[in-house]
Antibody, heavy 132, light 111 residues
């Protein structure tokens, strides 16, 4: 089955750019209707969605982070990446990559039919600390 | 954009059942959600997706003890025959307007 593994520096200095990569194994990043996502979790707190990318390169970002986030994909390496610029201590967290599967809610179940997405595979996470 | 509201904590005895609630904000009561389990020190794990009708689809390997149900804007996760390994944080999640949204999570303690 598909597995995800995050990698990257565990320590980043304030004002610098955090860079992480997620490697997908057990399947092609290009197969199926999946978006590839980043989520983070500060110690003792809840989950915060950062953004996602489709293999076409189409992206969506959390509005609160949009100005600092770039997510990219490299289908030849079966990887996708996160860059978060101008980091501060508030960006210290465990960063997870995840696969977002697509579903469709028809008019028989939903007032207005729509496509929805949900995380169905998670990486193990990597801790990033922002400190000088 | 929907808001997902969860109680911060819940507790139940070993071998008993517990029902966790995720409430969708006004105007989003028909939305589909997903439930995730996060055991201490581990990554989240997908449990199931749950429709407003109460129909649910579980992830691979999720025990039969886990089930879902719905009523109006409320989405429920029921865990039967509680085991010690069920002690974890449980998060609900939904999607709207190109944004993924998570609830604040419920910390479940198994007594």
């Amino acid at each position: 089955q598909v597995q995800l593994q995050e990698s990257g520096p565990g320590l980043v200095k304030p004002s610098q750019t955090l860079s992480l990569t997620c490697t997908v194994s057990g399947g092609s990043i290009s197969s199926g209707s999946y978006y590839w996502s980043w989520i983070r979790q500060p110690a003792g707190k809840g989950l915060e969605w950062i953004g996602r990318i489709y293999t076409s390169g189409s992206t969506n970002y959390n509005p609160s982070l949009k100005s600092r986030v770039t997510i990219s994909v490299d289908t030849s390496k079966n990887q996708f990446s996160l860059k978060l610029s101008s980091v501060t201590a508030a960006d210290t967290a465990v960063y997870y990559c995840a696969r977002a599967a697509e579903g469709y809610c028809s008019s028989t179940s939903c007032r207005i039919p729509y496509y929805y997405y949900y995380m169905d595979v998670w990486g193990k996470g990597t801790t990033v600390t922002v400190s000088s | 954009q929907p808001v997902l509201t969860q109680s911060s904590s819940a507790s139940a005895s070993l071998g008993s059942s517990v029902k966790l609630t995720c409430t969708l904000s006004s105007g989003h009561s028909s939305y589909i959600i997903a439930w995730h389990q996060q055991q201490p020190g581990k990554a989240p794990r997908y449990l199931m997706k749950l429709e407003g009708s109460g129909s649910y689809n579980k992830g691979s390997g999720v025990p039969d003890r886990f089930s879902g149900s719905s009523s109006g804007a409320d989405r429920y996760l029921t865990i039967s025959n509680l085991q010690s390994e069920d002690e974890a944080d449980y998060y609900c999640e939904t999607w709207d307007s190109n944004t993924q949204v998570f609830g604040g999570g419920t910390k479940l303690t198994v007594l």
